[in-house]
């Protein structure tokens, strides 16, 4: 079965088209009291949705139709369109109603559905993303599938009335040759996660490294060109190469990557955060919706940046996203983080709320603060809206030297005259109806969010954004955690729900490490070991050793459509992949307790991801940093208290770049140490200041900051006179 036998041309063959009776009362609407706002928001389209489960299976088999799937997010921008626009067209409704069982959902609160038919429709079509539209047999296999589709015929892109008939029709008089189809796509699935003998040549950190050099755009920064998506764990591949290697070249990939992203429109210059893509190379106009998991992943990146290569606009952003998070994606009465915010304010919209015409500008500013703004922010150039060219989204176009020299004023006059006018900006923006948050608390995206909050409080002394990160996590641990369980993927007024994934698990430990790193509280420490050790035990591939995405002993949720069919997350996609979040979890477990038994949890892991994604390229840059780890000495600092310019020595630790550092305060108790040897020459000097070791070697106490640095950057190595063991 081709595509083009599904969509033809506009004039191609005439479609056999079925009668269709508009629906005159409205169906049941089961998605009403879901715990998904998305998927509340299409309990008022006269589509009768079914929820993802066993009674939407049953009606299909029932009536031998087949399932029509729609998948989606409260923060993707074509999904409602789709909604607003196919999925509330009458005919639509009235085909969908009487020809298909539809069932609706929501890809962050089911990832393990979105990711089984995410890869069946790209293997049928070679396409994937959101919306996602899947054609299913009542078994829950996939025949044929698409993305977004226009009510009629649009644009090049078939119209959904003339698809719903086409399909309707194949399932009536081509049904085996459709069944055979999804079955072909079943085993060819299957096929893929079958290990592939280690391919000849060098390891996957040199691999890595050599993909990121070839795609790197060297005048925008970043890799590849449009549509362009961050990479935060390519910058911190290139921030360890760097250190590793001596070669300042990776360093500076990272900065430019950075540097533009942080000036670009791609972050919101009014009301920090990130969006979520740039549409463009040059990363001018984003796709407007903010998401926490490429929050929680960026401020990371940012925080690495700050520590190694000292921009002290990298710490502007950490703290302005930071501050984002808490005042947008913070419960406004109870802890924890919600999963996004909307691109759209509207139906119809597109990204009003963060941009700007020039007449609206005019009618705020005066005529010196517009000048300054139109120069500050690019008013009229690359940042106009491709759909609306009188829109403009704000990027840095130029730097406040060259505005003062431009404007003919002093910089402290040209900062105070921007200052005025970003606050009338932002007063107005304020005025405007604001895109909708969506409020849903993932176990993943929290301890992603939770532990980069951590560690940038600690860094920039943000003592509220500390104080919420360990809310968020104590919830979940109050709330959806159980040691023989897990954590639930998700938290809502009526309980946790759905338990068994990978991806909960691992990100959650990694976060309780990061808070543990950030407070030496052991119940984060201890905690983050049942869970990786309940990751080994229920989640290991048979295979090779790899993580599966959930557990078939821990997994409670419907167990239909393909549930069972077998899937490892291997790249990252950008975000850091499950897998490689187990191998660096492990890691810096092994670096805070010092238990150098723990390589063994690791080591297989990593070996396993080399084999399996040496050609990967940028899609395996976390396994890749993983792997670069693995090879690397923890290095620790302790320090002492009260040591005389202490705190100048704790904050000289934090902010200096090492890529497997520790930084802890002395006494070390519980679960925190040193390795046994190393140990006994720290204790000796405790009140003396710093304590820098290296596996089972550390150097003399360290007392002047600058030394500090110096040692850990590694400008000094320390001599063999130095050391003690």
């Known amino acids: 079965m081709t595509r083009e036998s599904l969509f033809p041309s506009a004039g191609g063959s005439e479609t056999v088209r079925s009668p269709v009776t508009p629906s005159s009362t409205p169906p049941a609407h089961r998605l009403a009291r879901s715990p998904s706002a998305y998927l509340r928001s299409a309990s008022e389209q006269e589509i009768g949705w079914y929820p993802w489960g066993e009674e939407a299976f049953r009606a299909a088999k029932e009536t031998g139709r087949p399932i029509l799937l729609d998948i989606g997010a409260a923060w993707c921008h074509w999904c409602h369109v789709m909604d607003e626009g196919t999925y509330s067209d009458a005919e639509v409704s009235a085909l969908v109603n009487q020809l298909f069982v539809p069932v609706k959902v929501d890809r962050d609160e089911n990832p393990e559905v979105d990711r089984r038919y995410q890869l069946q429709v790209n293997a049928l079509t070679g396409q994937g993303g959101w919306p996602l539209t899947a054609f299913l047999t009542p078994q829950g296999e996939v025949f044929l599938g698409g993305t977004y589709f226009p009510p009629e015929d649009q644009g090049g892109r078939p119209g959904f009335r003339r698809v719903l008939r086409e399909v309707a029709r194949l399932w009536r008089e081509e049904r085996d040759a459709l069944k055979g189809q999804a079955k072909a796509v079943q085993e060819g699935l299957k096929g893929l996660s079958t290990p592939r003998p280690a391919p000849a040549g060098d390891g996957l950190v040199p691999r890595v490294a050599q993909a990121l050099q070839e795609h790197f755009d060297p005048t925008h920064g970043g890799f590849g060109g449009a549509p362009k998506f961050p990479h935060p764990m390519a910058v911190s591949f290139q921030l360890y190469l760097a250190h590793q290697t001596g070669d300042r070249a990776p360093a500076e990939m990272a900065r430019l990557a950075l540097t533009r992203m942080a000036d670009g429109g791609l972050y919101d210059q009014l009301g920090d955060g990130f969006h979520r893509y740039s549409v463009d190379e040059g990363w001018h106009v984003p796709h407007f919706e903010k998401m926490a998991i490429d929050n929680g992943h960026l401020l990371g990146a940012y925080r690495e940046g700050f520590e190694a290569l000292g921009e002290i606009r990298f710490r502007e952003v950490m703290a302005g996203t930071a501050q984002w998070v808490l005042a947008v994606l ?80 002093k910089p402290e006059e040209v900062r105070d005259l921007l200052s005025r006018a970003e606050e009338k900006m932002r007063k107005a923006r304020e005025a405007r109806p604001t895109p909708a948050v969506d409020p849903a608390l993932y176990a993943s995206l929290n301890g992603i969010m939770a532990g980069n909050l951590a560690l940038v409080a600690r860094l920039t002394g943000q003592k509220r954004v500390l104080d919420r990160a360990r809310a968020a996590v104590d919830r979940f641990l109050d709330e959806a955690y159980e040691p023989a369980r897990g954590v639930a993927h998700q938290l809502t007024p009526d309980g946790p729900r759905i338990w068994g994934l990978l991806e909960d698990q691992v990100s959650f430990a990694g976060g309780l490490l990061k808070l543990a790193e950030a407070t030496q509280e052991t119940r984060y420490l201890d905690t983050a070991r049942t869970l990786l050790e309940l990751v080994t035990e229920a989640y290991s591939s048979p295979e090779d050793g790899l993580l599966q995405d959930l557990a078939p002993s821990l997994y409670d949720g419907p167990k239909v459509g393909n549930w069972e069919l077998p899937n490892v997350p291997l790249e990252d996609t950008p975000h850091l992949s499950p897998n490689a979040a187990a191998a660096l979890a492990w890691e810096h477990l092994e670096a805070l307790t010092s238990e150098a038994t723990l390589r063994d949890r690791y080591l297989p892991l990593v070996s396993a991801l080399g084999r399996r994604l040496a050609h990967h390229g940028l899609f395996a840059a976390g396994s890749a940093l993983a792997a670069g780890l693995a090879q690397t000495e923890p290095l620790h600092v302790v320090i002492h208290d009260p040591p005389e310019g202490g705190s100048s020595l704790l904050g000289t630790a934090l902010a200096t770049y090492h890529p497997r550092k520790v930084v802890l305060r002395a006494p070390l108790k519980g679960s925190f140490a040193l390795p046994s040897e190393a140990s006994i020459g720290a204790d000796a000097r405790e009140g003396t200041g710093a304590i820098v070791c290296t596996g089972t070697s550390c150097l003399p106490p360290i007392l002047e900051a600058r030394r500090l640095e110096e040692v850990l950057r590694g400008r000094l190595e320390p001599s063999s006179r130095d050391r003690t063991v």
């Open 330 to 409: 913070g419960q406004p009465h109870r802890a924890g983080f919600g999963a996004s915010q909307d691109a759209d304010n509207a139906p119809g919209d597109d990204g009003s709320y963060f941009t700007w015409s020039r007449a609206e500008l005019k009618s705020l500013l005066t005529s010196e603060e517009l000048k300054a703004i139109t120069w500050r922010y690019g008013i009229g150039s690359e940042g106009r809206m491709p759909h609306d060219p009188e829109r403009n989204v704000l990027y840095r176009f130029l730097p406040l030297p060259e505005l003062a020299e431009t404007l003919g004023r």
